[in-house]
């Protein structure tokens, strides 16, 4: 069956990185796409950006550009994303999400990884 | 501000039928068939529900259907369960030039 395991919680201070992983099971990896989705507390859902895992191609949302990289080790079927320069409102729980290509939603969701940013 | 405009509650009765509306431009739900409902039980992951405005993923109830006319989607859930009480998100693609995929600010349904 398919699964996304996400790596643990992070505590990080303003203006440091986090790097959240994505291992993918039970599915050929490169054969979809991830994307990324972060929800703050008690907030809604946010498209982040996606990664190609065959290629490595990726898209980034306006807003996160310059602070964001998505990345991939296909031979761990790992997903990872890296936000830097972490503000006090990046606290969020962070998701990754697959896209059943040639798709338009998401149908695999991690369970979430949450980053709190706090001096 | 979510792009996407869902109403922020909609409550029902177990066995009614309830609505939930998603709003958004002809640059999302107006241009594209492509919208999609998330459900959200409180500290889970969201689950795809409906994905290309009115079809079922394998393994979700009947009692789901979604449709989109113009500029906006509705899901509807009939014969209301206790378990369908959850948090409700609507997403869209886009044709903006700032991101690719849009959700709704979410909907909570209460089961009275």
């Known amino acids: 069956q398919v699964q996304l395991v996400q790596s643990g919680a992070e505590v990080k201070k303003p203006g440091a990185s986090v790097k959240v992983s994505c291992k993918a099971s039970?599915?050929?990896?490169?054969?979809?796409?991830m994307h990324w989705v972060r929800q703050a507390p008690g907030q809604g859902l946010e498209w982040m950006g996606r990664?190609?895992?065959?290629?490595?191609?990726?898209n980034y949302a306006q807003k996160f550009q310059g602070r964001v990289t998505m990345t991939r080790d296909t031979s761990i079927s790992t997903a990872y994303m890296e936000l830097s320069r972490l503000r006090s409102d990046d606290t969020a729980v962070y998701y990754c999400?697959?896209?059943?290509?040639?798709?338009?939603?998401?149908?695999?969701w991690g369970q979430g990884t949450l980053v709190t940013v706090s001096s | 501000q979510s792009a996407l405009t869902q109403p922020a509650s909609v409550s029902g009765s177990p066995g009614q039928s309830i609505t939930i509306s998603c709003t958004g431009t002809?640059?999302?739900?107006?241009?594209?068939?492509?919208v999609s409902w998330y459900q959200q039980h409180p500290g889970k992951a969201p689950k795809l529900m409906i994905y290309?405005?009115?079809n079922r993923p394998s393994g979700v109830s009947n009692r789901f259907s979604g449709s989109k006319s113009g500029n906006t989607a509705s899901l509807t859930i009939s014969g209301l369960q206790a378990e369908d009480e959850a948090d409700y998100y609507c997403?869209?693609?886009?044709?903006?030039?700032?991101?690719?995929?849009?959700f709704g600010g979410g909907t909570k349904l209460t089961v009275l």
């Open positions: 999400a697959r896209d059943p290509l040639p798709a338009y939603y998401f149908d695999y």
């Open positions: 039970g599915y050929t990896f490169t054969g979809y796409y």
């Open positions: 990664i190609n895992p065959n290629s490595g191609g990726t």
């Open positions: 002809s640059s999302d739900v107006g241009g594209y068939n492509y």
């Open positions: 290309d405005v009115s």
């Open positions: 997403s869209s693609y886009t044709s903006s030039s700032t991101l690719d995929w849009v």
